[in-house]
T-cell receptor
């Protein structure tokens, strides 16, 4: 079992819809959780960063972490065609050997249609 | 956030040759990381490069295949040695954010095709 599971999609929604993206994980030591957005032929761009459980909101984006269920989510409100990209979840536990090595999901491909 | 550049942005190489990828950051950073992103797969950490010490490799990656240099706090190189078609991938460097947090910022990547 991979440590981080993410549905690759693709997920297609109409403009203005609320998008829900999710990841599950198996390693209870993970305590730092991130969402990256990756446009085609570009490097991943950090969107949201959360520590431990709870919610964090930034504009149209909300990140949720439920450590008891080992489940994280990213919600995008009022989705726009410019949100079309691949969304990667990532998480880490403190690792003295390799810093804070990130464990990534495979990414969910999102298409927002006008 | 740091501004990260990589060279080359893409390359097509022959089997058995080697390619060195450069990563330049616009500010001094302690930790730099090298990842591989294969089609349909997760980003996978190859190694962590700290200035002044040997790189730390993840399971499945060895120094002979992926030698890394870290000569100063703004620069690192990753060499993909004796390449085979299985090495065709996107290679990305990242740096850890300052301030004691473990957010990582990524470069644009190097798209490598091995024939």
């Amino acid at each position: 079992q991979k440590e981080v599971e993410q549905d690759p999609g693709p997920l297609s929604v109409p403009e203005g819809a609320i998008v829900s993206l999710n990841c599950t994980y198996s390693n209870s030591a993970f305590q730092y959780f991130m969402w990256y957005r990756q446009y085609s032929r570009k490097g991943p761009e950090l969107l949201m960063y959360t520590y431990s459980s709870g919610n964090k909101e930034d504009g149209r984006f909300t990140a949720q972490v439920d450590k008891s269920s080992k489940y994280i989510s990213l919600f995008i409100r009022d989705s726009q065609p410019s949100d079309s990209a691949t969304y990667l979840c990532a998480m880490s536990a403190k690792d003295s050997n390799s810093g804070y090595a990130l464990n990534f999901g495979k990414g969910t491909s999102l298409l927002v249609t006008p | 956030s740091a501004v990260i550049s990589q060279k080359p942005s893409r390359d097509i190489c022959q089997r058995g040759t080697s390619l060195t990828i450069q990563c330049q950051v616009d500010s001094q950073v302690t930790m730099m990381f090298w990842y591989r992103q294969q089609p349909g797969q997760s980003l996978t950490l190859i190694a962590t490069a700290n200035q002044g010490s040997e790189a730390t490799y993840e399971s499945g990656f060895v120094i002979d295949k992926f030698p890394i240099s870290r000569p100063n706090l703004t620069f690192s190189t990753l060499t993909v040695s004796n390449m085979s078609p299985e090495d065709s991938s996107i290679y990305l460097c990242s740096v850890e954010a300052s301030g004691g947090y473990n957010e990582q910022f990524f470069g644009p990547g190097t798209r490598l095709t091995v024939l």
